[in-house]
């Protein structure tokens, strides 16, 4: 990654401060070995087809001038946070540009988030969130729906001087006309320490007899069916694979759901029953599992499967219906700089698109430079992999088979 220097402004100075002396901090485990930056940025500028966005609904006059206040709806545990459930960072925003910033964590998953907002999106009304957070594939549905407002570049000097080279030209939205990268991640395999002392290595640990009821799994089709179809030595990133083998790996799914071997199937709030022990062993998120160590020690150990784990970004949209667009794209341009990137990174142990963040990680915690969940290298990312873009038939098929098995557990 390209080394720059760190900020001058005083105002960010000081943040990266007092998130040190807040020990906001979230000190990472090693996903067993590394990605190269380079790689995993080259692999994200395809992940997903589309064909630029469609006519739709007409954007919201943007009333930024005249309101303050707008609303950005994200998932859980993603933004930095001290003992008293305060945002830092966002707080030193709204103290550098006068605005207030409802910060709504209310995505549990892409489908049901976009189940809630879906009607409205297409009559062009507000959804309650003037930004949102959502996946590439996610993405790519709203880009193409039309249910995207345009950026305007001339906002977003530092998304501008300070997004990652490798993802400034995706597929699902070329020249970043419509998103920007929130931060990406890693789905694998985590446990409890205390009840499985021996971690997990294999997908196929999880279908242990004594793990019997005890398994959660993600709500999220691309994480779960892509981590079972790698285990079958699928290559979810080619394009060699289809029907026959998505079946195969439901057909996996499905019969651990009706042994009873798979207790949960959820979004973000798989936490709850890692942390009352419901659950002791789940496919996850990998920064998610940091935050719950944060807050129960650790207890938690997470690690891609050694046939590999899946790779995403997220990203932030702006809605049809938001008359924010000014004001959130000061918001967005505001988390590309490199200090303010890397104090969220150090808290969430997600990978960040800023580059110039891991040197001013340095400046935060130095141990946290190598941490593989935020500056993977190239051999972690040879164990991560984008599950292939799906056509319109795939998507419903597979989707609807999925999700009618995760309503019957």
């Not at 890692?274 to 998120?285: G, P, Q, R, S």
């Amino acid at each position: 990654m390209p080394r720059g220097p760190l900020p001058e402004d005083p105002a960010v100075r000081a943040l990266i401060v007092h998130a040190r002396n807040a020990t906001l901090t979230r000190r990472g485990f090693a996903v067993g070995a590394g990605l190269s930056m380079a790689a995993f940025l080259a692999a994200c500028s395809g992940r997903v087809g589309g064909s630029g966005p469609a006519a739709s609904a007409t954007a919201a006059q943007d009333l930024s001038d005249s309101q303050k206040t707008l609303t950005w709806a994200n998932w859980s545990f993603y933004l930095d946070e001290d003992d008293d459930g305060a945002h830092p960072t966002l707080e030193a925003f709204e103290e550098l540009s006068g605005l207030t910033v409802n910060y709504d964590v209310s995505i549990d998953d892409n489908n049901t988030y976009f189940a809630k907002v879906r009607d409205q999106l297409a009559l062009g009304q507000d959804i309650g969130a003037d930004t949102v957070c959502l996946t590439d594939w996610m993405a790519n549905i709203w880009i193409s729906s039309g249910y995207t407002q345009a950026l305007d570049k001339a906002n977003l000097p530092n998304a501008t001087a300070n997004l990652a080279p490798s993802l400034q030209d995706p597929s699902f939205d070329p020249g970043r006309a419509h998103s920007l990268p929130w931060q990406s991640g890693f789905a694998g395999l985590a446990w409890n320490k205390e009840k499985l002392p021996n971690g997990l290595a294999s997908l196929e640990d999880l279908w242990a007899p004594e793990l019997k009821g005890r398994v959660g799994v993600l709500s999220e089709m691309r994480d779960t069916l892509g981590l079972i179809m790698l285990s079958q030595g699928v290559d979810i990133s080619g394009s060699g694979w289809g029907d026959e083998q998505f079946d195969n790996a439901l057909d996996v799914f499905a019969q651990q759901v009706s042994d009873g071997q798979i207790r949960n199937i959820k979004g973000n709030s798989y936490a709850d029953d890692l942390k009352n022990e419901d659950t002791l062993a789940a496919i996850v998120w990998s920064g998610d599992i940091a935050a719950i160590n944060a807050e129960v020690g650790d207890k938690f150990g997470f690690a891609l499967p050694d046939s590999g784990g899946t790779l995403w970004s997220d990203n932030f949209l702006i809605p049809v219906g938001s008359s924010q667009k000014t004001n959130v794209e000061k918001l967005i341009d505001y988390y590309y700089d490199p200090a303010v990137a890397a104090e969220v990174a150090a808290w969430v142990n997600y990978i960040t698109p800023v580059v110039g963040a891991q040197e001013a990680m340095a400046e935060i915690d130095p141990d946290m430079v190598d941490n593989q969940l935020i500056f993977p290298d190239e051999q972690t990312l040879a164990q991560a992999h984008i599950f292939r873009a799906l056509t319109n038939e795939e998507q419903q098929r597979y989707n609807a088979a999925f999700e009618a098995i995760g309503l019957g557990a």
